[in-house]
């Protein structure tokens, strides 16, 4: 989510200079902008939540503050256009009188992420397998009955906006090959590969960073 928040800061930016790009950076604005918003609000719940429980019975009560932004963030999905207005707002602007080059933009942007992946061989066959959930999406947006986009719209927001995510950080794995980032890249679809035992230090650094502490096996009490 950092990474597809500051994809579209980046976006912003460039409307405001002019440049070869601007067109289609403006249209990938206007479509980015309400998945921004959605899958953002809708994820910290999520996240919000997991912190909650590893905390346990501490991170439950207001004292230990995570309680308290698990309730304040709910409103992000409410305020400023809940998640179905900003569905049918990803709707308009696709199926809308610019609809065309934006899907057209959506594809360029997709097939240089893609190649840009192609160019890390640590990445392996990760960017065709983000392409391949692409055109899944794709058609189901331009495929699908229209009653039945409108009715799914809310996945097709979330999707795409979890896909652009993982899109960029795909591409910031590609400019160094950084392994914990490339083992995050796979894990945002689950598209892990066979566990092993080296899944508890790849565990470790996602959380800790490379020079993190060990963690030892711990017996559970129960």
Excluded at 56 to 82: C, F, M, P
Excluded at 88 to 96: I, T, Y
Excluded at 133 to 147: A, V
């Amino acid at each position: 989510m950092t990474h597809f928040s500051f994809f579209v800061v980046s976006l912003l930016g460039k409307t405001e200079v002019p440049g070869d790009d601007i067109e289609s950076s403006r249209l990938l604005l206007r479509l980015f902008t309400p998945v921004l918003k959605a899958t953002v609000a809708k994820t910290a719940v999520a996240f919000l939540s997991e912190c909650m429980e590893c905390l346990g019975g501490q991170g439950y009560v207001e004292e230990g503050g995570i309680a308290v932004l698990y309730r304040d963030t709910q409103v992000n999905a409410i305020w400023e256009g809940t998640t179905n207005v900003l569905a049918n707002d990803l709707l308009r602007v696709l199926q809308g009188k610019s609809g065309k080059p934006t899907l057209e933009a959506l594809d360029s942007y997709i097939a240089s992420a893609v190649r840009t992946g192609e160019s890390c061989k640590k990445l392996k066959d990760l960017p065709q397998r983000f392409n391949e959930i692409y055109q899944s999406w794709r058609s189901h947006l331009t495929q699908t009955p229209g009653d039945m986009v409108f009715a799914h719209a809310r996945d097709l927001t979330l999707r795409l906006g979890q896909l652009i995510g993982a899109m960029e950080l795909m591409i910031d794995a590609a400019s160094d090959g950084n392994d914990v980032e490339i083992e995050c890249c796979r894990r945002v679809f689950n598209l892990q590969y066979d566990w092993d035992e080296d899944e508890t230090d790849r565990d470790r650094q996602i959380v800790f960073g490379r020079n993190g502490p060990a963690v030892p096996f711990m017996q559970a009490r129960l």
